[in-house]
């Protein structure tokens, strides 16, 4: 299995060599597994006539979309407390929308607005996080 990982930053040689290496068969049967992992630009990038041999050799696709609700952004940041160690309330039960709305969804944006607003509150010397921690600390973001 071959894992790349930011595939929206190769470049067109790049790209080309991936379509040589994915030619090799054996005895029928593929000798190995490609995993390309990139932002949403490298489906536009897959569209241009120029990568179409490479987008043809791609059996599976998938877009990982944001979250859509609330209580998903919620669930996200209580795991990752939790595998911290956390079990108790961090964040105002009000936070939570405004962390999936400033973080358009997205979970990195959304650890990364926590992880400020748990900072600005640490500084602060406050035990609970709120809406007003996560607006605040935003600006930074």
């Known amino acids: 299995m071959i894992i790349l990982d930011e595939a929206?930053?190769?470049d067109h040689e790049t790209l080309q060599e991936l379509i040589l290496i994915t030619n090799f068969q054996m005895d029928s049967k593929v000798p190995f597994l490609l995993i390309l992992i990139g932002q949403p630009e490298f489906r536009e990038t897959l569209k241009r006539r120029?990568?179409?041999p490479l987008a043809q050799r791609i059996t599976l696709r998938y877009h990982m979309a944001g979250f859509t609700s609330d209580h998903e952004a919620k669930d996200y940041v209580t795991h990752?407390?939790?595998l911290a160690g956390r079990s108790d309330p961090v964040f105002d039960e009000s936070s939570y929308p405004i962390?999936?709305?400033l973080g358009?969804?997205?979970?990195r944006k959304i650890g990364n607005l926590?992880?400020?607003?748990?900072?600005?509150a640490m500084v602060k010397r406050e035990q609970l996080?709120?809406?007003d921690h996560i607006i605040q600390s935003s600006s930074g973001i």
Do not use: V, Y
Request: aromatic residues 0%; without cysteine.
């Open 99 to 101: 962390l999936n709305q």
């Open 129 to 131: 996080i709120s809406s």
């Open 50 to 52: 120029m990568h179409e």
């Open 8 to 10: 929206h930053l190769m």
């Open 104 to 107: 358009q969804g997205l979970p």
């Open 114 to 120: 926590a992880i400020g607003a748990m900072t600005l």
């Open 80 to 82: 990752h407390l939790k």
